[in-house]
């Protein structure tokens, strides 16, 4: 899944989400300056990102995801298969079911202000007429299909194991929007414990070249006695 960031006049840096509203703030707030899309994973690498003027928008993780795979579904012809399967090989830009434990780790380094999306036309001073929807309608896309009728295609039975994942995720907006630092999830503590491993296993090999060395001094002294 992917994020931009909007900067402005004013010094705010707003991150953005797919599916929460990045084409109308591209066309409708005159931002400065954009930072293409960002993939959630590759984040927690990129200096500068954030700061204390920074904010974020967020909306319902459930909609989110309905919304994410309606636009992968409707704009990328995928088949319903190959929709679910992609879903859970995490491929897309516009839904993940990692997404927020990942936005945690940088927010946890920088934290930021979260704002909900139904607050997006009030932080920039807008009226509702401002938000044209026509603007970006997939409707004339042939193959078009409304999001229950997407939600019923998926089936029920994996539509509930999709919300299951999606739930877990959410949990981790949930901690930022109660500013509850410095937790750990479990793929940062197996990230934490393949670099340990990683750590030792070079120093096994520093120890047993170290070993060698000295076995061949010996080897070598003994022979010159």
Not at 84 to 93: A, C, G, L, V, Y
Not at 184 to 189: G, K, P, Q
């Amino acid at each position: 899944m992917v994020v931009k960031r909007f900067t402005y006049e004013d010094g705010m840096n707003l991150l953005v989400p797919a599916k929460c509203g990045t084409r109308w703030i591209d066309g409708s707030t005159n931002p400065k300056s954009i930072i293409d899309p960002i993939y959630h994973t590759e984040i927690i690498g990129m200096k500068n990102l954030v700061d204390s003027k920074t904010k974020m928008i967020f909306r319902n993780p459930h909609d989110a995801l309905i919304s994410g795979l309606h636009t992968e579904y409707v704009w990328y012809g995928y088949t319903i298969k190959e929709l679910i399967d992609n879903f859970w090989e995490n491929k897309f830009t516009h839904c993940s079911f990692d997404f927020w434990e990942h936005i945690y780790e940088l927010w946890d380094m920088q934290p930021f202000e979260l704002i909900p999306q139904s607050e997006l036309l009030e932080l920039f001073d807008k009226k509702k007429s401002d938000l044209r929807k026509s603007d970006w309608d997939s409707h004339k896309i042939k193959g078009y299909i409304t999001k229950e009728e997407l939600k019923e295609r998926i089936g029920i039975e994996e539509l509930k194991k999709m919300y299951d994942v999606i739930d877990v995720d959410a949990l981790w907006l949930e901690r930022m929007i109660k500013n509850e630092r410095g937790l750990v999830s479990h793929r940062r503590f197996n990230k934490v414990i393949l670099d340990s491993k990683s750590k030792i296993l070079d120093n096994k090999k520093q120890i047993l070249e170290a070993i060698r060395i000295l076995n061949n001094v010996i080897l070598t002294k003994n022979s010159l006695i």
